[in-house]
């Protein structure tokens, strides 16, 4: 028996206070001029899919989208104040329901999949069934990417035909990892990392000063969740470890000094822990490529260490790691391939 994980990664509120307004959503800019104008057209596609980087605000957008289709009183977005708006705020709203990886009671720990029997239970089922007080029923489903094979070819017929008050958000920071079938039946909408200088403001919001606002904003590297929830004091520890392998990786002599590393990085949510370290080589190739970042800097140094070659394994073996993941590999094999192999 598995219960369901309530707290969202990406959502810097816990589930029973969402913000279901624009206000104090970072950056998107784009992203929200599209979707306002498809909401007030009523031209929103019954299946939306929302990727890009972890931690950027995907699951926030999604929230106050589905918050949007229920409010009394859009405009287009939500107004934040009708009785709709306060049931979703507090987690309570009963037609947005949210997919997500289920904690396994005997364990404890955080499944790896969302299996089939979620998508049966807790979408299929109730698809016959019109919403119970709201305009539509919306489901949310973060993260997609962690839908086995068999998941998603159930859902195909729901996404592709649904009824005309369901609406579908599946929210991938690794939308690479889903079936061409999934894809093609959704309208992707593509997130970017948020510019320093929205994430200076938010860390400032946070009530985060000098060297650890700065720190904050460091680590968090293009995320303000990690800001917002506090997770950029783990981001912070896992990207210098992380660094250091990029760095030192291919330095045998090295070795026994980043053993212990590694196996405390085993030991972190592994999703966490491959989207750092995808944004650590992605970092590392730019500064390669614009010859920036700091002569002395770590991302500087890491990137001239590994060379533009290398750089680019590491970044291939990243875009595997998750199908890895799924078929159990050891994490500590998992960072020994990613960066000590050349």
């Known amino acids: 028996m598995a219960k369901k994980k309530v707290i969202d990664e990406e959502a810097a509120q816990p589930a029973a206070d969402r913000p279901v307004a624009l206000d104090g959503l970072c950056g998107h800019a784009r992203q ?10 009523g031209m929103l596609s019954p299946s939306l899919l929302f990727s890009g980087p972890a ?73 016959d069934l019109p919403p119970y007080e709201g305009r539509h029923l919306v489901f949310i489903i973060d993260p997609a990417s962690a839908m086995n094979a068999e998941t998603q070819n159930a859902l195909l017929k729901s996404l592709e035909e649904p009824p005309r008050y369901a609406k579908f958000i599946l929210v991938a920071s690794n939308a690479a990892n889903l079936l061409p079938t999934v894809r093609s039946r959704c309208q992707e909408v593509t997130f970017g990392l948020v510019p320093r200088k929205a ?37 912070a520890k896992r990207r210098e470890r992380l660094m250091a392998l990029l760095e030192f990786g291919l330095q045998a002599e090295r070795f026994p000094e ?82 000590i192999v050349p």
């Not at 929200?32 to 057209?41: H, M, Q, S, T």
């Not at 405009?75 to 329901?97: E, F, L, N, T, V």
Request: with cysteine.
């Open 258 to 339: 980043l053993s212990p590393m590694m196996e405390e990085m085993a030991k972190e949510p592994p999703r966490a822990m491959l989207a750092e370290a995808l944004r650590v080589t992605s970092e590392a190739r730019r500064a390669l490529y614009a010859k920036s970042g700091g002569q002395d800097s770590a991302v500087a140094r890491a990137a001239r260490a590994r060379g533009e070659e290398s750089l680019g394994r590491v970044a291939g073996r990243l875009a595997d790691a998750p199908a890895h993941l799924e078929r159990n590999v050891n994490p500590r094999l998992l960072l020994e391939r990613l960066f």
């Open 199 to 235: 994430l200076e403001e938010i860390a400032a919001s946070a009530g985060l000063r000098d060297d650890d606002a700065a720190r904050a904003v460091s680590s968090s590297a293009g995320a303000p969740g990690l800001i917002l929830s506090g997770g950029w004091k783990d981001a």
């Open 32 to 41: 929200v001029e599209l979707l306002g104008r498809l909401l007030e057209k």
């Open 55 to 127: 931690s950027v605000g995907k699951a926030s957008l999604a929230f106050r989208l589905a918050a949007a289709l229920q409010c009394a009183s859009p405009s287009p977005w939500a107004c934040g104040k009708c009785p709709a708006c306060a049931k979703a705020r507090k987690g309570i709203h009963p037609d947005i329901r949210i997919i997500t990886l289920e904690v396994n009671e005997e364990t404890g720990k955080e499944r790896k999949e969302i299996v089939v029997r979620q998508a049966r239970e807790e979408i299929i089922s109730h698809l």
